[in-house]
């Protein structure tokens, strides 16, 4: 299969999962996030907001604040595809833009580097065992990871990871995936 045909097979495996499914999945990878050393050591991690059928990510998010993490969220911008990390205090410093996606105002956000994140937890709909991703298809976080150092994990359910993928030279894995299985690379 092709980058687009794993999309489109993805996106419906995703959307079969029941509600109930991917709430208690999404707690179980969050758990397991929590007991990893890169989320013990990351003071300041760049993380998305989740959407519809995406793993929920709030539980994180909360997590991390009650912890006194700094959680940063991205901010895209089209024109030129490109994207930055804003430190978020709230969900009320999000404005929807687009749907249902939720990024951070600009007004009352300040932009984090990529130096000053630990760890950044890299979404994407579908996982290989050498940590190659396909994500939906605009190229944001290869673009972003270039000039980041820091850890990359992925958090999927198992149904979202498979033996290998296309991938061009572009294409930047992550380090690791935890699923609710456990570390899958
Ligand atoms: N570092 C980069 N610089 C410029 N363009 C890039 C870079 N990384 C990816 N792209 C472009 O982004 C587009 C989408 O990449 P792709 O890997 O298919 O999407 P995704 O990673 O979201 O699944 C590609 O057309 C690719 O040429
Ligand atoms: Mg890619």
């Given at each position: 299969m092709n980058k687009s045909q794993w999309r489109k097979a993805l996106k419906q495996l995703l959307l079969s999962m029941?509600?109930?499914?991917?709430?208690?999945?999404?707690?179980?990878?969050?758990n397991l996030l929590f007991q990893t050393e890169e989320w013990k050591t990351a003071d300041c991690f760049g993380i998305t907001v989740s959407r519809g059928f995406e793993l929920d990510t709030s539980y994180i998010i909360n997590q991390a604040w009650r912890e006194g993490k700094t959680v940063a969220v991205p901010k895209c911008y089209s024109e030129h595809k490109q994207m930055e990390f804003r430190k978020i205090h709230s969900y009320e410093e999000l404005?929807?833009?687009?749907?249902?996606?939720?990024?951070?105002?600009?007004?009352v956000t300040l932009c984090i580097e990529p130096s000053q994140m630990n760890m950044i937890l890299v979404p994407g709909l579908v996982f290989?065992?050498?940590g190659f991703r396909i994500g939906y298809g605009g190229g944001y976080f290869d673009?972003?990871?270039?000039?980041?150092?820091?850890?990359?994990l992925s958090l999927a359910y198992t149904l979202q990871t498979t033996d290998s993928l296309p991938h061009e030279n572009y294409d930047i894995p992550v380090d690791s995936i935890i699923t609710e299985d456990g570390r899958f690379k």
């Open positions: 029941g509600k109930e499914e991917r709430k208690v999945k999404s707690e179980a990878i969050s404005e929807n833009v687009y749907m249902d996606l939720y990024e951070p105002k600009i007004d290989d065992k050498e673009r972003y990871l270039h000039s980041y150092d820091g850890s990359k």
